[in-house]
């Protein structure tokens, strides 16, 4: 071991912390914000159909995507819901997804009575696989659920050719991908319909919220029906005359006229976690034992997250030791991201969807094996924490600890 080694003792081995500074902060919220709330205040009305901010916001989105259409929700998972219903998916229709998600992309799939069939992901860029995908489509297929994971795009030319080939409806899960872009291209716009998150955990929030863009006239006349329980309210329509299951999900002017500020922000948002984590990549191009993530070719991710994978041969550590010691480090790091693929949790394994009644996706075995690659991803990785207002020092002290630390593994865990 070099002397240089033997004196950068991790934490976990009695060093001191590589984080020595606390991390960068910002203000979410601030005048913008209240300012677009006095404005929704003052119009008499908090009613997205009398109100001006939740048009207003739609229109937007519309226009900073390059759609014609922007359909606002109460949620992300109300967005793919939305986008479920408008695409006429019903009990027994199959749609194929990731296993790596939150449930918030499934649950949809589940109301409309449809079947989460599960497709393996790329190992490098943690997202749905063509060709697994391709092996799945059966007569029943109905849609692919495309999930743009940690602000990365999925392979959409591809995707769009399996769509076009066998008539499906290709359904973009934009909630960790706000910014991103696929080709020079907005994602979002390639499937029929995409669906993003305004939830207090995305690159923009207004507390809890969503909104659907598309570029087809009459998806968008279904999309809004699907939000509003299939009530028309277009000048000259009979409101109360409901032709097919729909929801309430809409969006309130409080949400609206806090979205809207926070859209704002959004450029040097994603900008911010862009630089920070081609900065992260570049320092840790060269760190034994581990594998970086690789965006998909042609995508400019928006980097909701950074998660490596270990290697534990090389490392000589599993992916607990790892971030657990990056922890002692002072970095925000954990392992394994969602624990387990989405068809091992019980709700499957078990079919209790209902208590007393079978759900379509009860005559599917659902639970470990599915999908061997994604399996592997969950079983390697470490998450770390990605923010706008991280800092060149937050960078220099993230490359440190994770240096270290590997190199500490990699060479055996000891100053000898």
Same mark, same amino acid.
């Given at each position: 071991?070099?002397?240089?080694?033997?004196?950068?003792?991790?934490?976990?081995?009695?060093?001191?912390?590589?984080?020595?500074?606390?991390?960068?902060?910002?203000?979410?919220?601030?005048?913008?914000?209240?300012?677009?709330?006095?404005?929704?205040?003052?119009?008499?009305?908090?009613?997205?159909?009398?109100?001006?901010?939740?048009?207003?916001?739609?229109?937007?989105?519309?226009?900073?995507?390059?759609?014609?259409?922007?359909?606002?929700?109460?949620?992300?998972?109300?967005?793919?819901?939305?986008?479920?219903?408008?695409?006429?998916?019903?009990?027994?229709?199959?749609?194929?997804?990731?296993?790596?998600?939150?449930?918030?992309?499934?649950?949809?799939?589940?109301?409309?009575?449809?079947?989460?069939?599960?497709?393996?992901?790329?190992?490098?860029?943690?997202?749905?696989?063509?060709?697994?995908?391709?092996?799945?489509?059966?007569?029943?297929?109905?849609?692919?659920?495309?999930?743009?994971?940690?602000?990365?795009?999925?392979?959409?030319?591809?995707?769009?050719?399996?769509?076009?080939?066998?008539?499906?409806?290709?359904?973009?899960?934009?909630?960790?991908?706000?910014?991103?872009?696929?080709?020079?291209?907005?994602?979002?716009?390639?499937?029929?319909?995409?669906?993003?998150?305004?939830?207090?955990?995305?690159?923009?929030?207004?507390?809890?919220?969503?909104?659907?863009?598309?570029?087809?006239?009459?998806?968008?006349?279904?999309?809004?029906?699907?939000?509003?329980?299939?009530?028309?309210?277009?000048?000259?329509?009979?409101?109360?005359?409901?032709?097919?299951?729909?929801?309430?999900?809409?969006?309130?002017?409080? &949400?609206? !006229?806090? /979205? @809207? *500020?926070?859209? $704002?922000?959004?450029?040097?948002?994603?900008?911010?976690? %862009?630089?920070?984590?081609?900065?992260?990549?570049?320092?840790?191009?060269?760190?034994?034992?581990?594998?970086?993530?690789?965006?998909?070719?042609?995508?400019?991710?928006?980097?909701?997250?950074?998660?490596?994978?270990?290697?534990?041969?090389?490392?000589?550590?599993?992916?607990? &030791?790892? !971030?657990? /010691? @990056? *922890?002692?480090? $002072?970095?925000?790091?954990?392992?394994?991201?969602?624990? %387990?693929?989405?068809?091992?949790?019980?709700?499957?394994?078990?079919?209790?969807?209902?208590?007393?009644?079978?759900?379509?996706?009860?005559?599917?075995?659902?639970?470990?094996?599915?999908?061997?690659?994604?399996?592997?991803?969950?079983?390697?990785?470490?998450?770390?924490?990605?923010?706008? !207002?991280?800092?060149?020092?937050?960078?220099?002290?993230?490359?440190?600890?994770?240096?270290?630390?590997?190199?500490?593994?990699?060479?055996?865990?000891?100053?000898?």
């Amino acid at each position: 071991m070099s002397s240089t080694l033997q004196q950068d003792i991790p934490a976990i081995a009695g060093g001191s912390p590589a984080k020595k500074t606390p991390y960068g902060s910002w203000k979410r919220y601030g005048e913008e914000e209240l300012t677009q709330l006095r404005e929704a205040l003052d119009q008499g009305t908090l009613f997205y159909a009398y109100g001006n901010k939740v048009k207003s916001m739609e229109s937007e989105i519309a226009r900073i995507h390059g759609a014609r259409f922007a359909v606002a929700t109460t949620s992300g998972t109300a967005s793919v819901h939305a986008a479920m219903m408008a695409a006429g998916i019903s009990p027994g229709d199959e749609v194929i997804t990731t296993p790596i998600t939150d449930m918030g992309s499934i649950v949809p799939i589940l109301f409309q009575g449809g079947v989460p069939v599960f497709a393996d992901l790329e190992p490098d860029s943690y997202v749905i696989s063509p060709a697994s995908v391709e092996a799945a489509v059966t007569d029943k297929t109905r849609a692919i659920l495309a999930v743009h994971l940690w602000g990365n795009a999925c392979d959409l030319s591809a995707l769009r050719k399996l769509c076009d080939k066998h008539n499906l409806t290709l359904i973009e899960d934009c909630a960790q991908a706000w910014g991103c872009t696929y080709q020079g291209k907005s994602i979002g716009t390639l499937g029929d319909v995409g669906c993003f998150s305004f939830n207090e955990f995305k690159h923009i929030s207004c507390g809890d919220g969503g909104v659907v863009i598309t570029q087809d006239e009459v998806m968008a006349k279904r999309l809004r029906l699907s939000t509003d329980k299939c009530y028309d309210r277009e000048p000259g329509s009979t409101m109360r005359n409901a032709s097919f299951l729909a929801n309430n999900y809409r969006m309130t002017e409080l &949400q609206g !006229a806090v /979205a @809207l *500020a926070q859209l $704002g922000k959004l450029d040097w948002i994603v900008e911010s976690r %862009r630089k920070w984590c081609k900065g992260l990549c570049e320092g840790l191009a060269d760190t034994p034992g581990i594998s970086l993530p690789k965006p998909t070719p042609g995508c400019d991710p928006s980097w909701w997250f950074y998660m490596l994978r270990v290697q534990p041969d090389v490392l000589k550590a599993d992916a607990d &030791q790892f !971030a657990q /010691a @990056l *922890a002692a480090e $002072g970095l925000r790091a954990s392992a394994h991201y969602i624990g %387990r693929c989405i068809y091992e949790y019980p709700i499957f394994v078990d079919h209790s969807a209902f208590d007393h009644a079978d759900h379509p996706f009860s005559a599917r075995k659902y639970g470990k094996g599915i999908c061997p690659e994604a399996e592997a991803i969950l079983d390697t990785a470490v998450m770390m924490a990605v923010n706008e !207002a991280y800092t060149e020092t937050d960078l220099e002290e993230t490359i440190h600890g994770v240096n270290r630390v590997a190199n500490w593994f990699v060479n055996g865990g000891s100053a000898a």
